[in-house]
C-alpha cells in the first residue's frame, strides 16, 4: 500500500525500543450499565471517517447495545501515535494497520487471532484470498483483512481508440502492455505530447512486474531474493520503457495530474482513483487488471483490524465482536456502497450489489476489482519489521536507476545487498 494515499506516515519507526507493557491497559472500561466501550484507532480525517467506518460503526451499536466503540481518528504521524500509546501501556483495543502491522506484531502488541478465527469457522482464503498473508507472524494471524484493494490499470479510451488499439482485459500480457505504451507515445512537444503509461520507482508498480514475472524482492521467509536473472529481466525492460514510452510520475509539475488530464494512456494505481477519474469532466476512461507475464498478480494496498493485547478479556471479547462485524459482508457492503472505499472481502467484491453501481456517466467493469483482488501476491518486503526502511530503501534505488544514475544489474546487486542487510537487524 501506497503510504502517501493510505497512511501518512511521515516517520520511520523505532520498533526496536518499544516495550509491550502487561495486560490491562486501564482495566474493564465497563459502565455501570454493564455496557464495555472498545476504543478503535484508524489513520486519515474527518473525511476517512464518515466515508469508511461512521455507518458500519453505528451499526454495530445498534446490533450490539452492550458494546460502545470510541474512535480515535489520527490525521499524520500514525504509527509514530500507534507506538507510543502501546509503550504507554494506553493502546488502542482494536487498531488499523497495513504493511506496519508486522513491525508491531513481533512485539507482541496484537492477539492471535487464529484460535478465534477457527472457533468461528472462517474460511481465510475463501474470505480474502492471500491478502490475509499480510497480517500473519509466524503461524499467528494478527489482523482481519477491512480495506482491500489492490494494484490495478487504469486506461483512458479515447486514447486506445484513437491508437486503434482494443482495450485492456484479465488476460492482457506484459507484451500487449508495453506494445499499446509505444503506440500511444507520441514525438510531440508541449500540449501535443502524449505519453502511452505513467511509471515510477511505486513498487505497486515495478514490484508487480517483478511477481508477475515469476520474481520478487523478498520470500514470505524475508529471504531478499531481488538478485535474480528474472528481475534483471523485468527491470531491464522496465526501464527501457520508461525512458521510451513513459512520464516518470503520475502528477506533473503544474500540479496537473496528467491521466487526468488526458495525455497519458494507462496508469496503475490503487482503487482510490476511481471516484476521482469518474469526477473528471471528459476523461473516458476504463479499468482492468495488471499486465500478466509468467503469472496473474496484484500488490496488496490494503489494511487490517486488530486488537490489543494490553486489553482486558472483556474488551478483547468486545473487539472481536466489532472486528467480526466490520470484516463480514453486511458491513462490507456498506464500505463498498459508493465506492468511496474497497472491500477486502471476495464475496462482496463478486456480489451483484457491488458490481451493479455505477461511477458518475462511466462505464466500469468492476468485476476487474475482484479479479485483481483475488490474485494478490504478498512480496515478503511487506510482510515483516523490516517493511519501512527496506521499501524506502527499494524505492530509492529503483529511482536511481531510472533516472539513470545505475543501470538495472547495479540495482539489484546493489539492493540484494542492501535489503539483506537490512532484514538482520531485524
Known sequence: MKASKWINLTAT????????????NSGDKESADGTTTIEFMHWGGDETFEGDYKERIETFEEENPDIKVKTITVADDYDTKLQTMIAGN???????????GSGFATKGAFLDLSDRIEKASIDTDETWGAAIDLYKNDDEIFGLPDRG????????????????IDYPTPEWTMDDYYAAAEKMTNDE??????????????????????????????DQDGKVIIDSSENLDTLTEYNDAFKNWSVDYETGEDGVNRFQAGVVGMNMTGFWDIKANAEVEGLNFGISTMPIGTEPTSWSTGSALTISSQSSEKEQEAAWKFIQYMTDEDAQQILGKGLSDCPANLKVLSSDEFLNQKV????????????????????????????????????????????????????????QTNLEKIVAKY
Open 149 to 164: 484493494g489492490s494494484s490495478i490499470l487504469y486506461y483512458n479510451k479515447d486514447m486506445f481508440d484513437e491508437a486503434n
Open 90 to 100: 494506553e493502546a488502542p483495543d482494536v487498531a488499523q494497520v497495513a504493511e506496519n
Open 360 to 415: 458518475g456517466s462511466q462505464d466500469l467493469d468492476l468485476s476487474n476489482i475482484a479479479t485483481a483482488q483475488e490474485r494478490v501476491k504478498i512480496d515478503g518486503l511487506l510482510a515483516g519489521p523490516w517493511y519501512s526502511e527496506a521499501n524506502e530503501e527499494a524505492n530509492n534505488k529503483i529511482k536511481e536507476m531510472l533516472l539513470g544514475n545505475i543501470e538495472p544489474e547495479e540495482a539489484t546487486k546493489t539492493l
Open 189 to 218: 512537444e508541449g500540449d501535443e505530447k502524449r505519453w502511452g503509461s505513467t511509471a515510477g520507482d511505486y513498487n505497486l508498480v515495478w514490484g508487480n512486474y517483478l511477481q508477475s514475472n515469476g520474481g520478487g524482492i523478498m
Open 13 to 24: 519507526l523505532a520498533l526496536s525500543t518499544l516495550v509491550i507493557a502487561g495486560c490491562g
